[in-house]
């Protein structure tokens, strides 16, 4: 299922966070939304989700999300892995996948177990979720966006606070899922994670979409990317 989403504007305190960013994701495509801080990105991400209110049109394959509340636009076969942790820091593994799982059969606890093993948390059922490290929770968090096997997944900053090992776990699930025919939308200020697993990526600059490339390569290499974008990483990494 496609993601379309068209002229889409948020304004907030009389300012124009969003200025008519448009995109598309097709089935089983990866594609990064990448800018810096203050770009627009989480906004853009909380109005796809249904959190903030603008203006535009956002489609899941022929159906309108416009006006939709979250839990609707999940039934309709979004899902959303936020930037905000979202586990129940009290509960166990087990406990939050189970929170997500409806059936209350037998066959709820073989998948739970099924589903963590898919991820490396096998053994980590009985462990709460605040003794998790941030790569177990990140993964926690993908199982719990997925659990009703979404079309189209959203993810804001999954590569944050990971450290590289947990981030090349993470990036072969979400290629996995992509290879199932899930399309994922990813912003991430971790540019070389995020870039190794895209198939497209764009460049938000001043809420708008400046720079739409074919590859991570091209994007790599863009004069407006290397000027504002990169450039400016690369400044504060060494200052």
């Known amino acids: 299922m496609s993601l379309t989403v068209h002229d889409v504007r948020v304004a907030r305190g009389g300012?124009?966070?969003?200025?008519?960013v448009s995109l598309e994701v097709a089935p089983g495509?990866?594609?990064g939304i990448l800018g810096p801080s203050g770009a627009g990105k989480s906004t853009l991400f909380r109005h796809l989700a249904g959190t903030q209110v603008g203006s535009g049109t956002v489609r899941l394959g022929s159906t309108p999300l416009e006006g939709l509340p979250l839990w609707r636009r999940a039934r309709a076969g979004l899902g959303v892995m936020p930037q905000e942790p979202s586990v129940l820091f009290d509960l166990t593994v087990r406990q939050n996948l189970a929170a997500f799982d409806p059936d209350s059969s037998g066959a709820r606890a073989e998948r739970i177990e099924a589903r963590a093993a898919e991820v490396g948390l096998e053994t980590r059922l009985g462990v709460r979720a605040r003794d998790l490290s941030a790569g177990e929770r990140r993964r926690l968090e993908l199982l719990r966006a997925t659990t009703h096997s979404p079309r189209v997944l959203l993810c804001d900053e999954p590569f944050a606070g990971v450290d590289p090992k947990g981030a090349q776990t993470l990036a072969a699930l979400l290629?996995?899922?992509?290879?199932?025919?899930?399309?994922?939308?990813l912003a991430d200020h971790h540019v070389e994670e995020a870039l190794a697993i895209c198939d497209r990526a764009l460049l938000l600059l001043?809420?708008?979409?400046?720079?739409?490339?074919?590859s991570a390569a091209e994007f790599r290499?863009?004069?407006l990317v290397q000027g504002?974008?990169?450039?400016?990483?690369?400044?504060s990494a060494v200052g």
């Open 221 to 223: 290499a863009h004069p």
């Open 15 to 20: 300012r124009e966070i969003l200025r008519g």
């Open 206 to 214: 001043d809420g708008q979409v400046a720079v739409t490339a074919a």
């Open 228 to 235: 504002r974008y990169l450039g400016t990483l690369h400044a």
């Open 175 to 185: 290629r996995g899922l992509a290879a199932g025919g899930t399309s994922i939308l």
């Open 29 to 31: 495509e990866v594609v």
